[in-house]
């Protein structure tokens, strides 16, 4: 995200600080969560669990950015309840709140599976800030009390799914990558709150849980920035965590990796037909095949649609400097033009900027066209059976129809919009030879009715 004039990451000094796969440094504060060499699984696809990791340690930085990637996978078409990402004051623990504690001191983002007030705007990403006192609103999906949202589907998705949250110079920016492609920098725009308040020094955490509906959460890494103000020094490692904590941290890590080799290998034992059996068939199956062209396709009109739709913002953008540059010159114009030709220069400046006027108003309603048809790309799901079949036919139909739209709005603005001396006239007919007249007609039937006669007396 950028501020003022431009980008602010650019001006940004990064320092690595945690990362979610040096599990001495982080926390685990519910049994639900179950870590591994490369993940954890803050809840598994069962009901009514709740799971989250916590920092062990205060985060000091005034400005801060973390990228989180993370998996939500489930078999239903419907999944709950979801996974928070937190940056509060204490560590929230065990609670109602996506498996974290209610009243925090700080700010959550909540992806939010479930749609509890049946609205259909799930999933969905929402922000919530609280000062210690407030309760969420579970009934309304935190609508009521958030700060800011987006909707974006992040569920069963082919890549893991990344968001970006910059808090600088009280400001909060959430970007999201819906793991549609694997380009880990395809971020879009989801969120965004200025003059926000967060403590000073905080916990970072992630939280998850399930309902009746049960997903897997799974976060693959959790990178944390400190973000510096350009011309301010940069702060020395003094908070570096001690030799005698690393040591007792090491010591902890290789207990674990202990302890989960010896699970390893007692369920080897347990599970002995297991073992020694391919993980994934080799071969695709025709399922397979049609469900990965069914995906590439979307993919390609995703990105396809993505490109017409910063194109439209282009021209949205010109036309509107073109509308500002034109008002000027009107205003400039007022005070030194007058009579009768000065009328006639007010009229014509005044017909152009109706016309700009409704080339914006078209370009917004197109622009509108494609948000929809974007939106429907990305809910549409796999489809795994007859119903999901029926729906990924819909959605192409709804695509296809938004597309025409889109094709015909664009046709219809370049000729509003072609000057009039340019505009396709229709070509000229060849001139028509002139109707035989009655005089020769008669002429004519009496040469051949005499040629005719003297035909048939020479046979």
């Known amino acids: 995200g950028g501020s003022g004039g431009g980008g602010t990451r650019k001006f940004f000094s990064f320092f690595f600080s945690s990362v979610i796969e040096c599990l001495p440094e ?59 990402i937190w940056f509060t004051e204490e560590q929230g623990m065990e609670g109602p709140v996506f498996g974290a504690a209610d009243k925090w001191n700080g700010v ?15 999933p969905g990403v929402v922000v919530v800030g609280n000062d210690g006192k407030l309760l969420y609103d579970h009934q309304n999906d935190g609508s009521t009390q958030a700060l800011a949202s987006c909707q974006r589907d992040f569920r069963n998705k082919p890549y893991p799914v ?51 509906l049960a997903d897997d959460h799974d976060v693959l890494s959790f990178l944390t920035f400190q973000l510096t103000e350009p011309g301010k020094e940069i702060p020395k ?76 913002d282009m021209i949205l953008d010109e036309q509107r400097r073109y509308v500002s540059a034109v008002t000027e010159e009107i205003a400039k114009r007022g005070a030194a033009v007058s009579g009768q030709q000065g009328q006639v220069s007010q009229q014509e400046i005044d017909t152009v900027v109706k016309t700009q006027e409704e080339v914006i108003k078209q370009v917004n309603e197109m622009k509108n066209a494609m948000a929809d048809t974007l939106r429907l790309i990305s809910g549409a799901q796999h489809p795994g059976s007859a119903a999901g079949v029926y729906e990924t036919a819909q ?65």
């Not at 920092?55 to 928070?84: P, Q």
């Not at 959550?108 to 799930?122: E, L, R």
């Not at 290998?265 to 080799?282: I, Y």
Request: hydrophobic share 35%; glycine share 6%; proline share 5%.
């Open 108 to 122: 959550g983002i909540f992806f939010d599976s479930f749609d509890n007030d049946g609205k259909k705007n799930n």
């Open 237 to 312: 490692s003094d908070a570096e965590i001690p030799e005698k904590d690393k040591e007792k941290y090491q010591e902890e890590f290789e207990h674990f990796q202990q302890e989960l080799d010896k699970k390893k290998e007692e369920f080897q034992k347990e599970h002995p037909d297991v073992q020694g059996q391919p993980a994934d068939d080799p071969f695709e199956t025709v399922s397979d095949r049609e469900l990965r062209q069914i995906f590439e396709g979307q993919n390609r009109i995703h990105l396809e649609i993505k490109q017409l739709n910063r194109q439209l």
């Open 395 to 459: 959605h192409f139909n709804d695509i296809k129809e938004h597309l025409h739209i889109v094709k015909r709005d664009i046709e219809h603005l370049v000729q509003r919009n072609m000057p009039s001396n340019e505009k396709p006239k229709c070509p000229d007919l060849p001139p028509f030879p002139s109707c035989l007249s009655t005089m020769h007609f008669f002429i004519f039937v009496a040469v051949q009715t005499v040629l005719f006669v003297a035909y048939i007396m020479y046979r």
């Open 26 to 84: 982080m926390f685990l504060s519910l049994p639900d969560a179950i870590p591994s060499a490369d993940q954890i699984r803050i809840t598994t696809s069962l009901k009514s669990q709740k799971g989250s990791v916590w920092t062990k340690n205060k985060s000091i930085f005034e400005y801060w950015e973390v990228e989180v990637t993370f998996r939500v996978t489930g078999r239903g078409r419907i999944g709950a309840d979801g996974l928070a």
């Open 162 to 212: 990344r968001a970006k949250i910059t808090y600088y110079q009280k400001t909060l920016t959430v970007l999201i990558n819906n793991g549609f492609t694997p380009d880990k920098e395809d971020y879009e725009f989801c969120a965004k709150v200025e003059d926000m308040v967060l403590p000073s020094q905080g916990y970072f955490g992630i939280s998850a849980a399930t309902g009746g």
